[in-house]
C-alpha cells in the first residue's frame, strides 16, 4: 500500500499537467538495508510515465570530469545513491539536473546509523573516524524540512501536496526567451556587440539559463557572419550549448561534424577548441571575430587572462558556486582585475530560474546547509560599532563548537577564500586533527581560522619513505612538504599546527585582527609542545607582507601556477622549538642556493648532501623531474667542470642537454628526442649512475 502512495506522489505532477497546477521540484529519500532499498527503487522506477526523463548515478563515480558533464544536463526524475559515498557537493551538483516539478531521489542507509559510520576517506593518515559530524547535521535538518518524503521499512512520510506549491510571476516575454533575465541579457550583449565593445562576463547560479542565452547570441552572431572561436574544458560543453540553439526552417545550410566541434553557416563559423589549442593565443591569427569560454571557472586564471589579452572582442560565461571548478576564484581574483576597468568590461548577470520556479524549495535547502549562504551577516558595518580591542580568542576542537557558529565560521571562510568548496565543510566538520579559532567581538563572529595538527609519531611509519618520496598518505600536507623538501625522516616526526585558512570579515580586515589571532594561535601552541606554525599561501606581495609581519619565514616557492588562483604558492614557517629552526634555516640556503642558481662546489657539505640526495630519489623514480630538476643541473655543470673526474655520474649526451643552457622541459624533450614527460623522466633516469652519484656524499 504504501509503494503504491509513494508512486501516486511521484507520478501526480505530471498526471496532472493539464491542470496547470505548479508544483515545486521534490526530494525523495529512500533508506535502508541494501535489499531494500534496491528493491523499492526498482519499483519505484518500474511504472514511470513513458515521458519522463530518468538518469541514474553513483556518487562514488563522480568525480573530476563525469561531474562537470552533468553542467546543462536536465532529467524529471535523478536518482543519486549516496550508500558508499556521500559529497555535498555530488548531491548539489546532481540536485541541479532536476527539472521543474521533477525529483532528486536519495537513495541512503537509514538515517538514524548512517552517521555513524561513514566512509571519511579525507580523514589524515594516523586518524580514525566513523562517526559523521557533518552528516548529522544535515540528516538532522533534512528531516525537519515538512516538503520532503522519506519511506524506510518501518514508515513511509509523504508531505501534503500544498507544501509544494509554486507561484509564478506571468511575465509577458518574448519566444525564444525564457525568462525576463534572459531578454535582458541578451539585449544588453547585443548592445554591445553593435558598439564592437564585446568584453562581458555572463555569470548565474545553476538553472538561470545560461547556456540557453550563449546558444541564441551565438546563433545570433553566426547569422551576422561572425566568425567564433569557443573553449570550454570539456568538449561536452559544447553539446549543451549546440542542442539549445534554436535554428529555424531556414537554416538548412548548418553542417556539423563527426565530433561536433565545428559549425558553419554561409556567412559564419562556430568552432570548438580545447583550452591548449594555440588558435586562442595566436596573435597573427585574425580568422576569429569573437572569442567565447563557457564555464569559465573551471579554467585556470592565468589561462583566461592569456585568452583575454589575445582577442579584442571576447566573452566569458560561467556558474559561480563552487562545486564545478573554482567559481568563487572567478569572482575573487579574475572578476576585480577585469573590472577595474569598468568602461570596457560588462558583468552580467542573470538570477531568475528557467529550469524551477522561484524560491525553489530544493535549492533553498541545499544553498543553506550545504553552503552555509544564510548564517552570518557579511554586511558593512561601522568600525567604532564594535569594540575592536574587546575582541574575545578562543580556539576549540569543532564539537564544542554550536552547530550555528560552525555554520556562520563556514561562510565567512567562503567569503573569502576562492576555494572553499561544500566539500571543504564536510572536511573541516568531520576531520578529528582540525582545530578552529575564532575571534568574537560583542558575540558576533569577525574572524576564524583553521588550524589543522600536523606531523609526529602519526607520520612515524612512514617518516622515511614520505622524505624520499616513496609515500604521500593522506592529509598532513605541511609535514609532508616539508620533509620532502629536507629529504629528512626527521622532519616527518616534528609537531606542527598548519594555518589552513584564515579570514575576516571584509569590512574589519586591515585593523589588525588577523595578527591578533595569529599570536593567540602561536601562543596556544607553545603550551600545547608544538614545534612549529606552517602555512601555505598564494604568494602575492600583501600576503607576503601579511605573514612576515607575524614573523613568519618563506622556506618554499612553488613552480606551477594554482589552477584557481592563478598564483604559485609560499610555504612560510614559524618555528617554536629549536630542531624547528634548525630546519627553517636549512630550507632557507636551499631556497637561496636555488634562487642564486649557486654552483655545487660553492654549497656546504649539508646542501650537497641534500643535492644528492634529491636526484638520487629522482633516479629511483620517488620524485618527478620538476622537483628534482635544479638539483640535477647543478650536478651536472659540477661534472662539466670537473672534466677530470675519475667516475663520470650523468652520461654524455644528457649532460649535454642539461648544460646546454636550454633547460626546460621542452627544451630537454627536442634535445633528447623523448616524445613526452615520461619518456623524458625515463631517459634522464637511467642516465644517472646512482652508485657513483652517492659516493659524493662520502667526499
Known amino acids: 500500500m504504501a509503494l503504491n502512495e509513494l508512486r501516486n506522489w511521484l507520478h501526480f505532477p505530471y498526471e496532472n499537467a493539464q491542470s496547470n497546477a505548479h508544483v515545486h521540484r521534490r526530494l525523495l529519500v529512500v533508506n535502508g538495508n541494501e535489499t531494500f532499498v ?6 519505484l522506477l518500474a511504472q514511470l510515465p513513458a515521458e519522463l526523463t530518468v538518469n541514474t548515478f553513483d556518487s562514488a563515480k563522480l568525480k573530476g570530469k563525469n561531474r562537470q558533464n552533468l553542467l546543462g544536463n536536465e532529467w524529471d526524475i535523478a536518482i543519486l545513491d549516496c550508500r558508499s559515498v556521500f559529497r555535498p557537493s555530488i548531491l548539489m551538483a546532481v540536485a541541479g539536473t532536476v527539472k521543474k516539478s521533477g525529483c532528486l531521489v536519495l ?8 552517521p555513524n559510520n561513514v566512509n571519511l576517506d579525507f580523514i589524515s593518515f594516523g586518524y580514525e573516524q566513523k562517526y559523521s ?15 520532503v518524503c522519506f519511506h524506510n521499512e518501518n514508515e513511509t512520510i509523504i508531505p501534503d501536496n500544498n507544501e509544494l506549491a509554486a507561484s509564478t510571476d506571468k511575465q509577458n516575454i518574448a519566444l525564444p526567451f525564457k525568462s525576463a533575465d534572459q531578454q535582458k541579457a541578451f539585449a544588453k550583449l547585443l548592445t554591445l556587440y553593435n558598439k564592437k565593445a564585446l568584453n562581458a562576463t555572463i555569470t548565474a547560479p545553476r538553472g538561470r539559463g545560461k547556456s540557453s542565452l550563449l546558444g541564441l547570441f551565438t546563433v545570433h552572431l553566426l547569422k551576422q557572419g561572425q566568425n567564433i572561436l569557443l573553449t570550454s574544458s570539456n568538449i561536452e560543453n559544447i553539446a549543451n550549448i549546440l542542442q539549445r540553439l534554436p535554428f529555424n526552417d531556414d537554416d538548412q545550410r548548418l553542417t556539423i561534424s563527426s565530433r561536433k566541434t565545428r559549425l558553419e553557416l554561409d556567412s559564419g563559423t562556430l568552432q570548438w577548441v580545447a583550452p591548449d589549442d594555440p588558435r586562442l593565443v595566436n596573435d597573427h591569427d585574425e580568422q576569429w571575430d569573437i572569442l567565447i569560454v563557457d564555464e569559465a571557472a573551471s579554467i585556470p586564471l592565468p589561462s583566461l587572462q592569456s585568452f583575454i589579452s589575445h582577442h579584442h572582442h571576447w566573452l566569458l ?28 568590461v560588462s558583468h552580467i548577470t542573470l538570477t531568475s530560474p528557467i529550469r524551477w520556479y522561484d524560491n525553489d524549495l530544493l535549492e533553498r535547502f541545499l544553498t543553506s546547509h550545504c553552503l552555509f549562504n544564510s548564517s552570518l551577516s557579511l554586511s558593512p558595518k561601522r568600525d567604532d560599532d564594535l569594540e575592536i580591542q574587546h575582541a574575545v580568542f578562543s580556539i576549540e576542537e569543532i564539537n564544542r563548537l554550536s552547530l550555528e557558529d560552525v555554520s556562520s565560521i563556514m561562510q565567512l571562510l567562503a567569503s573569502a577564500h576562492y576555494q572553499t568548496t561544500p566539500d571543504d565543510f564536510m572536511r573541516i566538520y568531520d576531520s578529528p586533527e582540525t582545530l578552529l579559532a575564532v575571534l568574537r567581538i560583542e558575540h558576533q563572529i569577525v574572524a576564524a581560522c583553521i588550524v589543522n595538527k600536523e606531523g609526529g609519531e602519526k607520520l612515524a611509519p612512514l617518516a622515511s619513505d614520505i622524505a624520499d618520496g616513496k609515500r604521500r598518505p593522506k592529509g598532513h600536507l605541511g609535514a609532508q612538504r616539508l620533509a620532502l623538501l629536507s629529504a629528512n625522516k626527521d622532519t616527518a616526526l616534528l609537531n606542527y599546527w598548519r594555518i589552513n585558512r584564515i579570514a575576516v570579515i571584509p569590512h574589519l580586515q586591515s585593523l589588525g585582527l588577523g595578527s591578533n ?26 600576503l607576503h607582507a601579511f605573514w612576515e609581519a607575524n614573523k613568519f619565514s618563506i622556506v618554499d616557492t612553488g613552480r606551477k601556477p594554482n589552477k584557481a588562483s592563478g598564483e604559485t604558492s609560499a610555504m612560510a614557517l614559524l618555528p617554536l622549538t629549536h630542531n624547528a629552526r634548525a ?62 673526474l675519475s667516475e663520470k655520474l650523468i652520461t654524455q649526451d644528457v649532460l649535454s642537454a642539461l648544460t646546454s643552457g636550454m633547460e626546460s622541459v621542452h627544451a630537454l624533450q627536442a634535445q633528447l628526442g623523448a616524445s613526452g614527460i615520461k619518456e623524458l623522466q625515463a631517459i634522464i633516469r637511467k642516465s644517472i649512475d646512482s652508485e657513483k652519484l652517492a659516493s659524493l656524499m662520502t667526499k
Open 38 to 43: 534496491d528493491e523499492q527503487a526498482t519499483a
Open 107 to 114: 537513495l541512503c542507509p537509514d538515517l538514524e546509523k548512517w
Open 133 to 147: 559530524r557533518y552528516l548529522r547535521y544535515f540528516v538532522t535538518h533534512l528531516k525537519l524540512q515538512p516538503w
Open 317 to 344: 560565461s560561467t556558474t559561480l558556486q563552487g562545486y564545478e571548478g573554482s567559481g568563487s576564484g572567478f569572482m575573487l581574483k579574475l572578476m576585480p582585475t577585469l573590472e577595474s576597468n569598468s568602461n570596457t
Open 517 to 542: 589571532m595569529l599570536k593567540q594561535i602561536i601562543k596556544e601552541a607553545q603550551s600545547e609542545g608544538v614545534d612549529a606554525v606552517s602555512t601555505s599561501y598564494g604568494a602575492t606581495q600583501e
Open 583 to 644: 630546519l627553517t634555516v636549512t630550507l632557507q640556503n636551499l631556497q637561496t642556493a636555488i634562487n642564486a642558481s649557486a654552483t655545487f662546489s660553492s654549497l656546504s657539505e649539508s646542501l650537497q648532501t641534500l643535492y644528492v640526495k634529491k636526484v638520487l630519489h629522482f633516479a629511483s623514480g620517488y620524485r618527478q623531474l620538476g622537483d628534482a630538476q635544479p638539483y640535477l643541473i647543478a650536478i651536472a655543470h659540477y661534472q662539466r667542470a670537473n672534466a677530470g
